[in-house]
């Protein structure tokens, strides 16, 4: 694995709870075909991927527990990140291009590049199809979320819209086009409690936040960017929004009532940075940053947007995302995914 680590700053960095499903792993408990190879830095606690699987997506279960991973073979693998072991897999018609659990973790919604939107039931240790609908027809799907009372789905694609869903009984309804976007949508973020959704426009270099919870939802906010937008991450108390893109676009913005105020950009050195995710405390960001044509860089920034911890990957990433608490990620490089423990 070719991984190095470039700089790491111990200042203010979280320490993993006790009660996280990964808390209790050691080195000593991980299987022998899942131990980092030799030389890897010790942050790096398993390599969970067949090697040669490609993974472009990936979901978590809101406790941690479980992880899906998706991507152009078209299966879902689902494993129990606790055990360190895949428990369930299930092939899908189409290249698979983003994923989301339900909150009670037992179902998973499952876009492709063919715009079409799956939801699977999932019992532990199978998948299985609840309802199919195509969400954005011909169009990659670019994101999904479930609400946090579990009655809606939401979905961006490159069609140049999001759609919202009602799910309930086990059907999904189209409720509602968000469009105004003029180029494709990259990406969105639900706030934790379900009140307002960011959809990120490429083609257009805004960001729209839009008020979900209204009868009819509408726009809130356009925040005009600097250049492409193709990622977005609101903080869990939805008063803080990061954005992520290309060079001079990434920055957290700011709420204060119904005014958005573009706060601290992101150090990146004036890199693209995409794939954010916030902690689930708030207290940190963690991000890809590009930094050469055949290397990317993991980056955690405190919430003012300064660096506290940083990896060096002589590999593309693809995705990235905390899991369980502020102290463990899980990371996809273009050939393995890696399950990293930060210091406390």
Known sequence: MRLSLLTLLLAGLPAYTADSPVA???????????????????????????RGDRIDCLATTTDGRFAAFGGPDATVRVWDLAKLKQVAAQKQPNPITCLA???????????????????????????????????????????????????RVYTAAKDKQ???????????????????????VRSLSLTAGGGMLATAGDGDETVRVWETAAEKPGVLATLKQPGRVVSVAFAPDGRSLAVGGAKGVPAVWTRDKKKWDR??????????????DFAPDGKRIVGMA????????????????????EFRYEL????????????????VTEAEVLLVRLPK
Do not use: C, Y
Request: no cysteine; charged share 20%; hydrophobic share 40%.
């Open 290 to 309: 590009a930094h050469s044509e055949t290397e990317d860089r993991v980056v955690i920034w405190n919430k003012e947007g300064a660096i506290v911890h």
């Open 162 to 184: 999001a759609i919202i869903w009602g799910w309930a009984g086990g059907k999904l309804t189209k409720l509602q086009a968000l469009t105004g976007h003029t180029g494709p």
């Open 101 to 151: 659990f339900d909150p009670e973790g037992k179902a998973l919604a499952v876009g492709d590049s063919n715009g079409n939107l799956r939801m699977l039931k999932f019992e532990g240790g199978s998948l299985s199809v609840i309802t199919s609908v195509a969400a954005h027809k011909d169009s990659v799907m670019t994101g999904v979320a479930v609400s946090p009372d579990n009655d």
């Open 24 to 50: 209790a792993i050691t080195p000593a408990k991980v299987p022998p075909l899942l131990k980092p190879p030799e030389g890897s830095p010790p942050e790096v606690l398993a390599v969970l991927s067949q």
């Open 316 to 331: 593309h990433l693809h995705a990235i995302s905390f899991v369980g608490d502020a102290g463990h990620l899980l990371v």
């Open 263 to 276: 706060g601290d950009d992101l150090e990146t050195g004036n890199r693209a940075a995409t794939g954010l």
